[in-house]
């Protein structure tokens, strides 16, 4: 029995991540999104929003440089359609993500997935200050080229399907789902 608890804990110590094998990673990404599909049903999002500029903060452990897992968040400003003087707007999105590298050759390359928390705000002075949250999901995927032993940069693209669950300042109509394409820049700085 003896034996066996220390062959358990000598297995466990080779799967833990060691400081050799296990780097913390934080992130900087800039975008322009585009959003589809209705903030509610009879709604399309291309009524109101035409884009968003996203800035994202990613953050994480990279084990092997094969496997990465974190949080992010982000925060950009809504650029409404014109039809609407003086309105504002603004994204703010926080969740988990899992991304994978190939090994060796393609090492470069990365993808993975997302899911987490949306909310778009659109205000006009005076009249409305409506706040939508509800859940996201997606893949993601970009191409690094490495500028120093610690630093990369590179394009990225993200696709992301989510629903509205809840809306502030007004009543929220039949659920639908809505769609947003993102292409941008990523830093990486390894820790």
């Given at each position: 029995?003896r034996?066996?608890?220390?062959?358990?804990?000598?297995?466990l110590?080779?799967?833990?991540?060691?400081?050799a094998?296990?780097?913390?990673?934080?992130?900087?990404?800039?975008?322009?999104a585009?959003?589809s599909?209705?903030s509610?049903?009879?709604?399309?999002?291309k009524d109101?929003?035409s884009s968003?500029?996203?800035?994202?903060?990613?953050?994480?452990?990279?084990?092997?440089n094969?496997?990465?897992?974190?949080?992010?968040?982000?925060?950009?400003?809504t650029?409404v359609?014109?039809?609407?003087?003086s309105?504002?707007?603004?994204?703010?999105r926080?969740?988990l993500?899992?991304?994978?590298?190939?090994?060796?050759?393609?090492?470069?390359?990365?993808?993975?997935?997302?899911?987490?928390?949306q909310?778009?705000?659109?205000?006009?002075?005076?009249?409305?200050d409506?706040?939508?949250?509800g859940?996201?999901?997606g893949?993601?995927a970009?191409?690094?080229?490495?500028?120093?032993?610690?630093?990369s940069?590179?394009?990225?693209?993200s696709?992301?399907?989510?629903?509205f669950?809840s809306?502030?300042?007004?009543?929220?109509?039949?659920?639908?789902?809505?769609?947003?394409?993102?292409l941008g820049?990523?830093a990486l700085?390894?820790?």
């Open positions: 029995m034996k066996l608890v220390v062959a358990a804990v000598a297995a110590a080779f799967l833990a991540p060691s400081s094998r296990a780097i913390g990673f934080l992130g900087a990404r800039v975008g322009y585009m959003p599909g209705s509610e049903e009879g709604k399309a999002m109101s929003i968003n500029v996203p800035v994202q903060i990613d953050a994480g452990l990279s084990m092997l094969i496997l990465s897992v974190g949080a992010y968040g982000s925060y950009g400003p650029q359609k014109s039809t609407c003087t309105c504002t707007g603004s994204e703010i926080a969740g993500q899992l991304n994978l590298r190939p090994p060796l050759v393609l090492k470069s390359l990365w993808g993975g997935v997302f899911a987490g928390w909310q778009q705000s659109l205000k006009k002075s005076g009249f409305f409506v706040k939508y949250s859940w996201e999901t893949l993601q970009g191409w690094d080229f490495s500028l120093l032993p610690l630093i940069f590179g394009p990225f693209a696709y992301s399907i989510a629903q669950t809306i502030s300042g007004a009543t929220l109509g039949t659920k639908a789902q809505h769609q947003q394409l993102t820049i990523r700085f390894d820790l």
